[in-house]
């Protein structure tokens, strides 16, 4: 089955700074890769996304790039601030496997410091 | 607003015994996810359910079991086989097909007592 693996687990940055997050994965055939912001105590919630077909996407601070070649996609946040200090957590879709089946990192802390 | 309901926040088990933990969804989805969530560690699936009546085991099913009798509603229950139970538990709900983003509650937090 597929594997996502996520790097780094913890992150700290000043706020105003950038924060970028790794991650692999090992089946070729994935081809739907989001990004849940997860805070404390509450549900992940979808941030940002993107399909096999490009190569990067963005949303105001966020964006997301894809290397299919290399088999891994990354976030990247631009001027921090200090409500971006959360879990976040990266995933892979297979469409070769049983209904929508997401595959998930292992989280990335992310802190902000004012 | 549209959104997935997860009850009750906080539940406690006693040894032995199931507890079921309530899902509803009023985003018309037809899919719907049970995630088990461990600290340190990934999102792992449980079960989840395509349409009406009908459900499939997910990566760790063993100890849980589920019914899918309405379209808004997913109940996981926490069997007394569950040797583990104290985890947050997360549902989610998308739309029907292949690399659907999925929308998540705010999870239920099991604790044994």
């Known amino acids: 089955g597929e594997n996502v693996e996520q790097h780094p687990s913890t992150l700290s940055v000043q706020e105003g700074d950038s924060a970028v997050i790794k991650c692999t994965y090992s089946d070729s055939a994935s081809n739907y890769f989001p990004w849940y912001k997860q805070e404390l105590g509450k549900g992940p919630q979808l941030i940002i996304d993107i399909r096999s077909n490009v190569g990067e996407k963005k949303d105001q601070r966020i964006a997301v790039t894809l290397n299919k070649t290399a088999k891994h996609f990354s976030l990247h946040i631009t001027e921090t601030q200090p409500e971006d200090s959360a879990v976040y957590f990266c995933?892979?879709?297979?469409?070769?496997?049983?209904?929508?089946?997401?595959?998930f990192g292992t989280g990335t802390s992310l802190t902000v410091i004012p | 607003d549209g959104g997935i309901t997860q009850s009750p926040k906080y539940l406690f088990r006693k040894e032995g015994q199931n507890v079921t933990l309530s899902c509803e969804q009023n985003?018309?989805?037809?899919?719907m996810y049970w995630y088990r969530q461990d600290p340190g560690q990934g999102l792992r699936l449980i079960y989840y359910?395509?349409?009406?009546?009908?459900?499939q085991k997910g990566d760790i099913a063993e100890g849980y079991s589920v019914s899918r009798e309405k379209k808004e509603s997913f109940p996981l229950t926490v069997t007394s086989a569950q040797k583990n139970p104290t985890a947050f538990y997360l549902c989610?709900?998308?739309?029907?097909?292949?690399?659907?983003?999925?929308?998540f509650g705010d999870g239920t937090r099991l604790s044994i007592l």
């Open positions: 989610a709900s998308s739309i029907t097909g292949k690399s659907q983003p999925q929308h």
């Open positions: 995933a892979a879709s297979n469409p070769l496997g049983g209904g929508n089946q997401f595959y």
């Open positions: 359910s395509q349409i009406v009546n009908d459900f």
């Open positions: 985003l018309n989805h037809d899919a």
